[in-house]
């Protein structure tokens, strides 16, 4: 289950997929696109370090957000931790393992081979369109 039954778990849960969404992509897409621009600002790679640290000493002491369970916060939390340059910046072995956890999940792997095989149709769509 995606969202504990149990109203705590719920609550953390919930806390969890804000702090992902608000906390950590928020610092980390903006730093992505400077990267990808050659642009480098001291004080947004301190503040990407400072959260991605915060969230590596969380995740060494536990292998998923909220108790001994998979939620949805691990989903979100993981998706946002995946991100090539993300992982490429530093050494957060706990980070790496958990963004692993997930995503060799076999429910990960098969909903990431169906978005793929979406893209694949769509883009064939497209070159048959522009060569006709």
């Known amino acids: 289950m995606l969202i504990p039954a149990d109203p705590k778990a719920e609550i953390e849960v919930l806390q969890w997929i ?3 969404l608000n906390s950590i992509e ?9 990267t990808w ?5 001291a004080g947004i790679t301190g503040w990407l370090d400072k959260r991605l640290a915060q969230i590596e ?3 060494a002491g536990r292998e998923w957000l909220v108790g001994d369970t998979f939620t949805a916060a691990d989903l979100i939390m993981a998706d946002v ?3 090539d340059l993300v992982r ?11 963004v692993r956890r997930v995503t060799d999940r ?7 081979a169906d978005q793929l095989a979406h ?6 769509n497209r070159e048959e369109k522009s060569d006709g």
């Open 18 to 20: 804000m702090a992902a």
């Open 26 to 34: 928020m610092v980390t897409m903006p730093w992505v696109v400077l």
């Open 37 to 41: 621009s050659d642009e480098e600002f």
């Open 57 to 59: 000493a969380v995740l």
């Open 81 to 83: 931790l995946r991100v």
């Open 88 to 98: 490429k910046h530093g050494d957060r072995q706990a980070s790496e393992a958990y």
């Open 106 to 112: 076999p429910a990960f792997r098969k909903a990431h």
């Open 119 to 124: 893209f694949a149709v769509a883009d064939a």
